[in-house]
């Protein structure tokens, strides 16, 4: 039970002299003022930058080569076919320019021969050139030279050497060896003349001087990045008579 006490001394607290209680003002009440944020003002997003794709660069000339060694089958023949009209554009480079063509040999046969070793042996060139396939263009099995492909481009690459085989513009329907040599020649360059459209002599088959030096003519281009590396051109080969 509270004691009363406690109570009488409140009351006398706030009961004057006059024997009235004081009234006590309550407080005022506390009115809460909202803060108004003005937004922020609204920018429109800047376009994205424009990106300039780079063009590749052109493709550079290679060095010019000290020696070349273009080794092949009869379409290399200096005579009249691609080596005639061919080692005068290496010379004019300050090149010296070996050709080495072998009658009617295909791939195995030139790769089994070991022929390669000792011309690049006696030659040292730093470039090497190489004119095979057309006589394998019949072959029942083209897929069986593959081997016989990458052992040749071995030989011919060894020590970082520059080498191309240039695959010949085709006498008449291969049975695959054109596309066996594309897929094996890493890491020789591959330039395609299948499509190129040659005058040849009157056996159908080789070059005449204007077909080797047509064929010369396009290789170069492409040797010094002038030109493409098929060229696009009808494949009908071209009869002509005569040398």
């Known amino acids: 039970m509270r ?3 406690t109570f009488g001394f409140a009351c006398l607290a706030l009961i004057g002299c006059s ?3 004081s009234v006590v003002a309550a ?7 909202a803060t108004v944020v003005e937004p922020a003002p609204v920018r429109e997003a800047s376009p994205p930058p424009v990106v300039t794709a780079t063009p590749a660069p052109a493709a550079q000339n290679p060095a010019p080569p000290k020696v070349v060694l273009h080794l092949g089958d009869s379409m290399v023949d200096p005579y009249n076919g691609l080596a005639k009209a061919l080692g005068p554009k290496f010379e004019a480079l300050g090149a010296r320019y070996y050709d080495d063509s072998e009658q009617s040999v295909g791939i195995a046969v030139y790769d089994r021969e070991k022929r390669i070793d000792l011309l690049i ?5 730093d470039l090497v050139l190489i004119t095979l396939g057309a006589n394998d263009v ?3 099995f083209p897929a069986a030279l593959a081997k016989h492909v990458q052992s040749i481009v071995r030989r011919a690459a060894a020590s970082g050497r520059a080498c191309y085989w240039l695959l010949p513009p085709p ?3 291969d049975t695959g060896v054109l596309d066996v040599i594309r897929a094996n020649a890493a890491p020789c360059k591959v330039f395609d003349a299948s499509n190129l459209k040659i005058a040849r002599r009157a056996d159908g088959i080789h070059p ?3 077909g080797g030096a047509k064929w010369a003519e396009a290789f170069f281009a492409y040797y010094e990045g002038t ?5 696009n051109e009808a494949a009908e080969p071209t009869v002509t008579a005569g040398p």
């Open 27 to 33: 407080p005022a009440p506390v009115v809460a003022t």
């Open 19 to 21: 024997g009235h209680a």
């Open 171 to 173: 006498w008449k329907k």
């Open 227 to 231: 030109g493409p590396a098929v060229p």
């Open 138 to 140: 019949s072959v029942p």
């Open 3 to 5: 004691s009363d006490s």
């Open 208 to 210: 005449n001087a204007a």
């Open 121 to 125: 042996a006696r030659r040292a060139p």
